[in-house]
């Protein structure tokens, strides 16, 4: 079982970048994948970025591609969500959630949640 905790959310202005977090803890984590997703007001949970811990291969979802980077600290302990040139269409609630193996496009192969922080980005 893998624990994960989310930090780094807040309000910014349309434009704007922003950094997000996902500490993780627990065994054997190089077997697992992290990823990214949101869920706006009224819209279901939706992917936006994943990335395999052991390679630190990472994918995005078409509406993020050039602007979101997902990367992986030294111990591989500790998931990063860069997000750059931010627009109000990615205000959510951001969570992130581990799959043992690679990374999979549906949400039910996740089976490790953290408990999701706020991304607004407004004027």
């Known amino acids: 079982q893998v624990h994960l905790v989310e930090s780094g959310g807040g309000l910014v202005q349309p434009g704007g970048s922003l950094r997000v977090s996902c500490a993780a803890s627990?065994?054997?984590?190089?077997?697992?994948?992290i990823g990214w997703f949101r869920q706006a007001p009224g819209k279901e949970r939706e992917g936006v970025s994943c990335?395999?811990?052991?390679?630190?291969?990472?994918r995005y979802e078409d509406s993020v591609k050039g602007r979101f980077s997902i990367s992986t600290d030294n111990a591989k302990s500790t998931v990063y969500l860069q997000m750059d040139n931010l627009k109000p269409e990615d205000t959510g609630t951001y969570y992130c959630?581990?799959?043992?193996?690679?990374?999979?496009?549906?949400?039910?192969?996740?089976?490790?949640w953290g408990q999701g922080i706020q991304v607004t980005v407004s004027p």
């Open positions: 627990g065994n054997n984590l190089d077997y697992y994948s």
């Open positions: 990335i395999k811990l052991s390679t630190g291969n990472g």
């Open positions: 959630a581990a799959v043992f193996g690679y990374c999979s496009v549906r949400l039910s192969d996740f089976g490790s």
